[in-house]
């Protein structure tokens, strides 16, 4: 079983010439998996609008592995946005004391939409960037790599509604 766990809260962020600047800062838990049931079935679904994947949960628990991928399902019209939230800086040679040169890849993940090609997501420059945005509201993600060479990292899936632009 899958639990996705979402909730706002407003914190005061500070005062500057009697000013008060709120921010609002939305947390989000990390999907639990039930290693059990990634193991005796062919997929982990996850349905919720919103949700983050660990890297670690993958590894322990196979899911979201070639075995058993995460299948996000968004509401019909509406796309999957995934960020990656990458926590392992990584050299060339695997001494983790730097960071990749411009064109390496370190596959983290693939990620396959129906009638398409899968998209290798790439990591290894610590950091947060947008990864990949689908064209369907269904995608599967496989999560690669083992407990030998861990890298650390979140994926951050959202649903997002189509915006239509017309031009006159």
């Not at 914190?11 to 290693?35: E, N, P, Q, T």
């Not at 193991?39 to 919103?50: D, G, I, P, R, V």
Request: aromatic share 8%; charged share 15%; hydrophobic share 40%.
């Amino acid at each position: 079983m899958v639990y996705p766990m979402s909730t706002n809260k407003a914190l005061m962020c500070g005062l500057r010439a009697h000013w008060i600047y709120m921010c609002i800062y939305s947390f989000l838990a990390v999907i639990k998996a039930d290693a059990h049931r990634c193991s005796t079935s062919n997929m982990a679904e996850l349905t919720a609008q919103e949700g983050l994947i660990a890297s670690v949960v993958s590894q322990e628990t196979a899911c979201g592995t070639y075995k058993s991928p995460w299948k996000i399902k968004v509401s019909p019209g509406q796309r999957i946005n995934i960020t990656l939230h990458d926590f392992s800086t990584v050299s060339i040679d695997g001494d983790n004391t730097g960071s990749l040169p411009e064109a390496a890849c370190i596959a983290y993940a693939s990620i396959r939409e129906a009638n398409t090609r899968p998209f290798t997501l790439c990591g290894g420059k610590e950091g947060k960037s947008v990864a990949y945005k689908s064209k369907t509201n269904n995608v599967e993600i496989i999560i690669q790599g083992t407990h030998a060479n861990q890298r650390h990292f979140l994926l951050h899936y959202q649903g997002k509604n189509l915006t239509i632009q017309f031009l006159l």
